[in-house]
């Protein structure tokens, strides 16, 4: 595909592990959680499938968001706290929830070359930003993170399937074959992306969201595999 900087007129962008670290913080909330709750006696392998069947549950009901993430924790800890034989430090997890309810409101931690590779690309191409979860939680980071001026435009979206990135495509006019998506998530970025027909950049990350993780499907040879996002100013 050497000549795909020639066939691509528009690339999107993933917004969270992709320009900066999300899911990282997650990562560290719930391990924190579960020595909490296993220190009240119980299989952190029960813990951890607990954790699995509510947060499956609530992202089909409630949707995406930190707010929705702090709510599986407290509904757990009154669940768990129901079936202890000895109490649950209740301070311990207003502690974590603290700590995880600082980073959304934080400047995001962006990955190295993130700015001066956008600002290479935008000088070539039109650029925009698609990502999922709750609007003003998501504009938010877009701004602070200081990329929402290095785009023509961001959507965002309560979910990135195969019906969003057709609706995408169409509302705005583009040829697939002439659109490039950029991300980690291999469920909502790379795969509905591929079978839309746009062409698709995976840029593996180590803490990926397990819920946004399956096996990549490329039947069209479509796929670029990067290890870093500066990588993208070797291929445009």
């Known amino acids: 595909m050497r000549d ?10 993933d917004a969270d592990d992709t320009l900066w670290e999300n899911n990282i913080y997650y990562v560290q909330a719930s391990n924190d959680f579960f020595d909490l709750i296993e220190e009240g006696g119980f299989p952190r392998e029960d813990i951890i499938k607990a954790f699995d069947d509510l947060e499956l549950k609530v992202v ?3 949707g995406y968001g930190s707010h929705n993430f702090v709510y599986i924790l407290e509904e757990l800890f009154r669940q768990f706290t129901k079936r202890s034989k000895n109490p649950l430090d209740r301070q311990r997890l ?5 700590r995880f309810k ?35 939680e998501q504009e938010g980071k877009i701004i602070r993170a200081g990329v929402a001026d290095l785009v023509e435009k961001y959507f965002i979206l309560p979910e990135k399937n195969d019906r969003a990135y057709l609706k995408l495509i169409e509302e705005n006019g583009w040829k697939p074959e002439e659109t490039c998506m950029v991300g980690n998530s291999p469920k909502s970025d790379i795969n509905p992306a591929l079978r839309a027909g746009m062409y698709a950049i995976y840029i593996p990350y180590t803490d990926t969201w397990k819920l946004d993780d399956e096996p990549i499907e490329d039947e069209n040879g479509k796929l670029l595999v990067v290890e870093r996002f500066s990588d993208l100013k070797n291929i445009f």
């Open 60 to 62: 089909r009901e409630r």
């Open 4 to 13: 795909l900087k020639y066939k691509i007129k528009q690339i999107i962008f």
């Open 94 to 98: 207003e502690e974590i929830i603290r």
């Open 102 to 136: 600082a980073h959304p409101v934080n400047k995001p931690n962006l990955f190295e070359q993130v700015i001066e590779t956008l600002k290479y690309l935008n000088h070539h191409y039109h650029l925009f930003i698609l990502t999922k979860g709750e609007y003003n």
